[in-house]
DNA sequence: TACTATTGACTGACTGGTTGGTCAATAAGG
DNA sequence: CCTTATTGACCAACCAGTCAGTCAATAGTA
């Protein structure tokens, strides 16, 4: 334990917190909070257990600060989500998917994340609020504008995935769950289960010769209009 | 603790260990294995903690239990969704659904049974591997049952469903973890929500036109996508 | 009916181990 | 030297699990 201080001391102060934040994500996703005891978060960062009390002052806020790290980069999509889209709708929906696949699906730390929020919101629902307001409020908006898209340009039908768009994404949450809880022994094939979500969200959602002309301007084939609300 | 003490002392022995699990549920539920703590479960009882450990080996045994006894109604049910279908597909999900909404999106109860297994499951790999085997494994393969069953008889197309029903099942999951989450502050209107479901289901089942005939006889026409079977 | 003996469900004080959090001492720069 | 990041011994609280003892309800006796 003593041997490999090849880091120069000073320089640590910089590098501590995060260290100190990744194996605190990994000791909590793997044991619960209440569970997760901070010497085991100290030794797997290399330190001592008093040496996070230099940086978190207690075990919440050093909880806190390891959701909310692992949080930001999903939130910083969800922005660009939001821009005003173009092109089909369907696509769209392809390439947010194939991301959201690839960041909390195929990513054990984005499904533990997932886990994480499920199982201790109870306990700290500021923390549950605030997923709410900065990722999931804005994921369920954004999902519903491109529906709302889809249906101006002629591309869906007047669904009522506008409404929820929960639905559409639940088989996301579907998947990471699975995975986590029982894909030690029954894995899912994740790249064909992502291809059936897909299939099924386009015979779902695609207008029909049945379902008549939709689209403010009544031709369906005009030029995409704009979704500038909200 | 002294007063009120109306109830035969001996015959309390048949419904102490009911009692006790209740307590538990509620207790575990509000703060998850770890962080419960025995004697409050005893004092929501009514009693004191020694006398847990009169009906239960420990503190495992009894979340244990506690799992088991609230599992025990839905995996009643399964087994009746196995039975030989008959009439309508569509009809016997919505059937199905029907009574899957009441008993785990409705009741608070269901809801938290969900959360506390994902939330434990990484700590009771037995009891993960149980509910899969008894309870999750049976309704994937029921719902696989249906979906053939209707794509048999014409009524739906042959959709990737069938390889993976979790599809058409996820929508309950995410109501369940929306409403046990966010329910405070942004509950869902459960009733238009299972009917969106349901809509979107039967749009994304249903057999049309240009999927060509895929009658009971089981050929289906060429070009037809086929979903190889597992 | 009255009195006593026995039972066993229940209690609650206790223990042994665990762990969040503290702080004086230490060691490594500069 | 002085500064400061880090340590690790320490404390106080907490809690699962134990067990000797209590007492209400019954069974037995006369």
Redesign the interface.
Known sequence: MEAARAEPRRRRKQARPGEILEAAFAEFS??????TRLEDVASRAGITKGTIYVYFPNKEELFLATIKERMRPTMEHMEALTASPEGGAMDILRAHFHFVYGRMVEDPQGRELL?M???????FPAL??RW?AEV??PSVEALRQVVRYGIARGEFHA???E??P??I???V???C??Q???GE??A?DLA??R???L???Q??LER?QEDGAAGPSGQPSAGSPSVSSM
Chains 1, 2 share one sequence.
């Open positions: 793997a044991a619960g909070f209440a569970a886990r929020l499920v199982a201790e919101g109870g306990r549950t609020e709410h999931i409020g669904t009522a995935a409404e929820f929960h639905l994404f639940s088989p949450m579907m998947a769950t699975w986590t809880l029982f022994a029954h899912l064909r289960y291809e059936a979500h299939d099924m969200l015979r779902s029909r």
